[in-house]
Nanobody, 115 residues
Framework: VQLQASGGGLVQAGGSLRLSCAAI????????VGWFRQAPGKGREFVAA????????YYADSVKGRFITSRDNANKSVNLEMNSLKPEDSGVYYC?????????WGQGTLVTVSS
């Protein structure tokens, strides 16, 4: 499956953004779809994930209570609603789809949170 991420941008601290990861040429059925981010000079870190079939979600401690990931059946996509954004949330956000231990990555989308 090919992934297309969208929705990044510039926002002030305390604001909100919504990212979307679309499945191109396929569906997310049987996949775990996740979000990772990478700040300048740092490694890629896990942010959130959702099991498409069960809608079970997982979150990094740093975003619990602020970020919500969900599936959008109509658009064959996964959304990441980011609220109460902090400058430390800035970075390139990547969507990932995993099935049977195989990872697929989308291109990153830049999120910049100004203080």
């Amino acid at each position: 499956v090919q992934l297309q991420a969208s929705g990044g941008g510039l926002v002030q601290a305390g604001g909100s953004l919504r990212l979307s990861c679309a499945a191109i040429g396929g569906t997310f059925r049987d996949y775990v779809v996740g979000w990772f981010r990478q700040a300048p000079g740092k490694g890629r870190e896990f942010v959130a994930a959702i099991r498409w079939n069960s809608r079970h979600t997982y979150y990094a401690d740093s975003v619990k209570g602020r970020f919500i990931t969900s599936r959008d059946n109509a658009n064959k996509s996964v959304n990441l609603e980011m609220n109460s954004l902090k400058p430390e949330d800035s970075g390139v956000y990547y969507c990932n789809a995993r099935r049977l231990a195989v990872d697929y990555w989308g291109q990153g989308t830049l999120v910049t949170v100004s203080s």
